[in-house]
């Protein structure tokens, strides 16, 4: 039998700010065995952006990432947001490692191709060192891994954090029998999103699509369950959608096949 692993995804809301980022790491830290966090930080590459006089553009959910703006999202992702958590962690015992797809060559990508859209410096992930994390792991470390890429010829790409935990859940679940569970600021995926009370327990891909069509579920919450039926399919024993501060107990959204 395969032991468990718990594979966390935080995003950007809840890193930036320092009294939602903390909660989180202290249950992150309470969570038992074998665990891997991810973490994007989307908004504070916006706004660090801002600040440069670098406008963002997003589509699909995906930032068109441009050379200044590839420069940005290295410095926020690699550096201030994934360091922050790996010295947060460390505080609260748990032996964090952050970690870039280019660190040990973790996560290998290829360069978007452009087809209707020029995405630029942005990445689609061929590879995930399984092995290595799967070590890394088996030794007491925590992979705190950034929203960074890089295609093996020197060049780093910005690559979704959902899409990194979703592959990287794929990939660990040849070793470890892994729950993937994406945190945010509801409470799970909402019938109605002004309304925090009304989270759907259980999705399946049949009714995402509806719910897509009815224009309940859409924006970033696509990719979002796009990237769990995948994880699903290739292995992955759960996927869960729910609140940053709810991640050790049982609400939130289910997701099934
Ligand atoms: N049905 C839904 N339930 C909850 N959130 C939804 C729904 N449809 C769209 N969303 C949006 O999806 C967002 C989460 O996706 P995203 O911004 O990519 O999050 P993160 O930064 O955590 O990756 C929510 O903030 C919300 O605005
Ligand atoms: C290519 C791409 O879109 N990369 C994302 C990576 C960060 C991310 O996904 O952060 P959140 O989880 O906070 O949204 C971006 O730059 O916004």
Do not use: W
């Amino acid at each position: 039998m395969k032991e468990k692993l718990t594979l966390i995804k935080v995003g950007g809301k809840i890193v930036e700010e320092e009294t939602t980022l903390y909660k989180l790491l202290d249950d992150f830290a309470a969570i038992e065995g074998y665990k891997v966090l991810v973490h994007g930080g989307g908004r504070s590459a916006t706004k660090l952006a801002e600040r440069l006089g670098i406008e963002s553009h997003m589509v699909n959910g995906r930032r068109i990432t441009d050379a200044e703006t590839l420069k940005v999202v290295t410095m926020v992702y690699g550096g201030l947001v994934n360091k922050n958590i790996v010295a947060g962690l460390q505080a609260r015992g748990v032996n964090a490692l952050g970690l870039t797809g280019a660190d040990m060559d973790v996560i290998r990508s290829v360069k978007r191709p452009v087809k209707d859209i020029d995405y630029g410096f942005v990445g689609d992930v061929k590879q995930v060192n399984a092995m290595l994390l799967g070590d890394l792991i088996a030794k007491g470390v925590v992979p705190v891994m950034a929203p960074l890429t890089h295609d093996g010829e020197g060049h780093m790409l910005n690559t979704n954090a959902d899409t990194i935990a979703g592959e990287t859940a794929k990939a660990l679940s040849a070793l470890f029998d892994v729950t993937l569970v994406y945190c945010f600021e509801k409470k799970g995926v909402l019938r109605d999103e002004n309304d925090d009370d009304s989270v759907i327990p259980t999705i399946n891909q049949v009714e995402f699509h509806q719910l897509v069509a009815d224009g309940v579920i859409q924006g970033g919450m696509i990719p979002k369950l796009e990237n769990s039926f995948e994880a699903l399919e290739a292995g992955v024993s759960e996927v869960v959608i729910t609140l940053a501060s709810a991640i050790n107990e049982q609400g939130g959204t289910r997701i099934r096949k």
